[in-house]
């Protein structure tokens, strides 16, 4: 009997987040990545992307749920009428750097920076990450389990063996830092890093090294560890400082689990914010056009640096539209996220050379990036921080809150006092706040006051959560502010 993947999600709870599938360990049966799997190949034939007897590529991260995830999502490559390259594990970028390269399908086993109980499944065309569009179309395939290939409780009734791994994916991504540039890069620099349980904690320090750095390898754990580099765990941050002072060291850097979103931490051991992080790194390249999601920092446009500042909704597939749609007008266009991660969209000229693109978030050009940018200016990582506008935000969540009542929260105050020019707060609020000067609808409800400061209520994408963002001009005031406005969102239940 067939049915949609609209149904199996529903049905099975592992549902679409971005850029492919993510659920409990437990709801995603092999059948149920199997059908994900076929549906995504089906979707793509019929797009006229792809055709039986291609290669499709496959990788993951070091979760231990990982390796039957993948096993399944092969299976399924393979009956499908494909052949699948297993290249191990590996960051996200490093595959789908080959798949783009290679003009085929490539398919990511990760959960990213959410827990060890849940993992994803992560889909890119021949040209990258799917976007919006694809995930609709990829919903409704039609999908149909082949008789006798799984039990009851959806399980293989024969398991498959992952086989051998290619490793030309890795060595792609290798040869695409390591051939830009030069080998001194980082002489002489002495950098930590946290290796946890990353897919790229043995790739950092081989990169680092053949460019000329010294490295120290950091809390290095067989336990799988769900580091989020937008909300840093207190005991990460803590290491950090410790490492910093412990070992000397003029940086400390790190990725989330599957290797697209970079930490860095100046010299004392302060992480950066992803999105400042961004503007450094785009800084760096060159950048001539920037796209980056409307709660990102406001120090990119006060920067002047770059000749224009594109804001879109918040997640991957966003910004990637945004850029697609303008680099046939610009040269150097590229994106980031506050979650570090750093997308280009187009050749860059850097270093007498030209990089070419990589439309999918990235960790590693943020981190070689700011190392370079200090030990070229000659300058300390936290330096380089204080050149840029002194904007600082702060984020919280309210966990347990239903979409629909965030969207009727969200409603009441557009069309309530925040919608009339110079109106204060206190009606929704109960607090005295300078005026509101200006609305943006982008991705919820964003509003900057008269001070300069800035206030951003939007309901998570994928959880029930809302979330609050807030900047102003001294860390301090941010995080004030911010917990002024979540006091009074918890009485909102």
């Given at each position: ?91 996200s970028p490093a595959v789908a750097l080959f798949g783009i390269e290679q003009n085929i399908a490539a398919i990511m086993v990760t959960g990213s ?150 930490l860095v931490s100046d010299e004392a051991g302060n992480w950066l914010r992803g999105d400042i992080a961004g503007i450094l790194t785009a800084r ?210």
């Open positions: 009997m067939k049915f949609s993947i609209d149904q199996m999600m529903s049905q099975s709870g592992v549902n679409f987040g971005t850029s492919g599938a993510r659920g409990l360990v437990s709801a995603m049966t092999d059948e149920i990545c199997y059908l994900y799997t076929s549906a995504f190949l089906a979707y793509l034939e019929q797009q006229r992307l792809i055709s039986p007897g291609e290669q499709v590529a496959v990788a993951g991260d070091l979760r231990p749920s990982t390796p039957r995830i993948a096993a399944a999502v092969i299976q399924a490559i393979s009956d499908s009428g494909y052949h699948p390259i297993w290249c191990g594990a590996i960051p920076h959410i827990p060890e109980d849940r993992n994803g499944i992560k889909f890119n065309r021949t040209d990258g990450e799917i976007l919006k569009e694809d995930e609709a179309g990829i919903r409704s395939q039609m999908v149909e389990s082949p008789p006798n290939l799984f039990q009851d409780n959806g399980a293989f009734a024969t398991p498959p063996r992952l086989p051998e791994v290619n490793s030309e994916a890795l060595q792609r991504y290798h040869h695409r830092y390591l051939s830009h540039f030069p080998p001194n890069l980082l002489q002489d620099m002495r950098i930590g890093v946290y290796q946890h349980s990353g897919v790229a904690r043995d790739l950092l320090p081989q990169i680092l090294e053949a460019l000329g750095a010294e490295v120290i390898p950091l809390g290095r754990s067989e336990q799988f560890i769900p580091v989020d580099t937008e909300a840093i765990r207190a005991e990460d941050i803590d290491l950090a400082k410790e490492w910093a002072q412990a070992y000397s060291l003029e940086s400390i850097v790190s990725t989330d689990g599957d290797g697209d979103r970079p760096y390249l060159g950048a001539d056009t920037i796209v980056t999601p409307v709660s990102s920092n406001s120090a990119v446009e006060l920067s002047a640096l770059f000749r224009q500042v594109i804001r879109c909704r918040i997640g991957s597939p966003y910004v990637i539209a945004a850029m697609a749609s303008l680099k046939t007008e610009h040269n150097a266009v590229v994106g980031y996220e506050a979650n570090g991660g750093f997308l280009q969209a187009t050749p860059i000229s850097h270093l007498g050379k030209i990089l070419p693109p990589l439309p999918t978030r990235d960790a590693l050009m943020v981190i070689l990036a700011i190392l370079a940018l200090s030990r070229e200016e000659q300058q300390p990582v936290s330096s380089l921080l204080t050149q840029l506008p002194q904007r600082f935000t702060y984020s919280d969540r309210l966990k347990a809150f239903p979409p629909e009542l965030s969207q009727q929260r969200l409603s009441a105050l557009q069309e309530g006092d925040l919608a009339q020019s110079g109106a204060t707060f206190t009606r929704f609020f109960g607090t005295e706040l300078p005026p509101v000067t200006s609305l943006d609808l982008t991705d919820g409800l964003r509003f900057t006051l008269e001070s300069g400061e800035i206030v951003h209520l939007r309901p998570s994408g994928n959880a029930p959560e809302l979330r609050c963002y807030t900047e102003a001009d001294r860390p301090e005031r941010a995080e004030q502010l911010n917990r002024e406005i979540m006091a009074v969102m918890t009485g909102w239940r």
